[in-house]
């Protein structure tokens, strides 16, 4: 898993992102930057065993265009009641 290592604080950042993916309902955004994004680069985002870094990099893909928010389809589809979080924990709670 030689991906594993070379992006070690690329996945760390990764899962912060995936929180605020949730508490925003699913919201389309590019997981190095946070800026949001189309379906077409999350589609890239989504494969990081395909694609390095840099392949996928916010300005090399959008760029300086506007983008729409979008929703990932898989919140209306396939998430009963969508891609909201229907409980919030407190990690300090749960080391006590």
């Not at 979008?70 to 009641?81: F, I, L, M, Q, R």
Request: charged share 25%; aromatic share 12%.
């Amino acid at each position: 898993l030689a991906w594993r290592d070379d992006r070690v604080m690329d996945e760390i950042h990764w899962y912060g992102w995936f929180i605020d993916y949730w508490m925003e309902g699913g919201l389309l955004r590019d997981i190095f930057t946070h800026r949001i994004t189309t379906p077409e680069h999350w589609a890239l985002l989504m494969m990081p065993t395909v694609y390095s870094k840099s392949e996928v990099a916010y300005d090399k893909i959008i760029g300086d265009a506007t983008v729409t928010p979008s929703y990932d389809p898989n919140c209306a589809n396939k998430v009963t009641n969508g891609c909201e979080p229907i409980q919030i924990i407190s990690a300090e709670k749960l080391v006590e």
